[in-house]
């Protein structure tokens, strides 16, 4: 998580300027994360705010999974 966070602190993106599949695939890890009760900082929960805003977000990655 400390790795991500740094990330995100200098960049809008895990892989920087761009919208990339890692943000898709770091989405869903940092989302089953708050489901298993972790918190998230922030920023973290910012960033995953603007992911699923976007247009070309695919929506069944925001489909209410229970645990």
């Known amino acids: 998580l400390p790795e ?3 990330k995100l ?4 993106y895990i892989t ?7 943000d898709i695939y ?3 890890c940092l989302d089953w994360a708050k ?3 972790i918190t ?7 960033y995953l705010n603007t992911l699923s805003e976007r247009p070309a977000f ?3 990655m925001l489909m209410k999974w229970t645990i």
């Open 4 to 6: 991500i966070f740094e």
């Open 16 to 22: 920087g300027d761009y919208f990339t599949l890692a």
């Open 58 to 60: 695919p929506k069944e």
């Open 26 to 28: 770091y989405f869903q």
């Open 35 to 37: 489901k298993w009760g």
């Open 9 to 12: 602190t200098h960049q809008p």
């Open 40 to 46: 998230l900082p922030i920023k973290i929960e910012k």
